[in-house]
């Protein structure tokens, strides 16, 4: 079964008396360990599919299983134990702390963890598995530095250990690189690359072309439905390695 199987999603809002569909039959699998940009214009429908395979929202009608769990069927807590066991987040803003250390900021979604092997931590445990993933995002000399001691880009590499702390399954990055400069956006989309090939699966939104080329795979939606669905044979072509299987657009 694929890590994310997406079956006939159907997202529908009430606009006044019209009712509009940001998602409208949208089917997709998405496979453990791929790197996938999800791309499109503003109301194409790239966010909505996000916040359904981020858990933070349900579908009107269809499915969406991640990891063999099916969100449609899910109550608040059940969707919020899902996000924290399997998902960790970056977004386009830090959202750190900002009088808080590099650290207590990675730390800090430890003490909410309320399933699995790292429930229940200690602080000193907590910080002890904080100091580890930022040493993975290579800022180990950077524990005890509050965000303002930091650049933007090493303000994001904190984001994104912290994103993987509660060691999760999927990375969801939500246009991780506008706020940055495009030197540092290469330095943070090069970090994703390598934890990507470490076997982390990563999914990307964004808008600008040159993120999405570090993907493997391109997924670009347009008035709520899958567009088009390809491979990114330019990066196959830089990633021999890597082999992704082939993939059919739904929608």
Known sequence: MSFIQARHLVKTYGVGEQLVHALNDVSVDIEQGEFVAIVGASGSGKSTFMNMIGCL??????????????????????????????????????????????????????????????????????????????????LGERLLNTPAQLSGGQ????????????????????????????????????LLTSLNQQGMTVIVVTHEPDVAAYAQRVITFKDGQILSDEKNTARLARLPHIATPDHQGGG
């Open 155 to 190: 303000q994001q590499r904190v984001a994104i250990a912290r994103a993987l702390v509660n060691d999760p399954d999927l990375i969801l990055a939500d246009e991780p690189t506008g706020a940055l400069d495009s030197k540092t956006s290469a330095e943070v989309m090069e």
């Open 57 to 138: 929202d349900q579908p009107s009608s269809g499915s969406c299983l991640i990891a063999g769990e099916d969100i449609a069927k899910m109550d608040a807590n059940a969707l919020a134990s899902l996000r924290n066991r399997r998902i960790g987040f970056v977004f386009q803003q830090f959202n750190l702390l900002a009088r808080t250390s590099a650290i207590e900021n990675v730390a800090l979604p430890l003490l909410y963890a309320r399933d699995g092997a790292l429930a229940g931590l200690s602080k000193q445990d907590r910080l002890t598995h904080a100091k580890e993933r930022l040493e993975q995002v290579g």
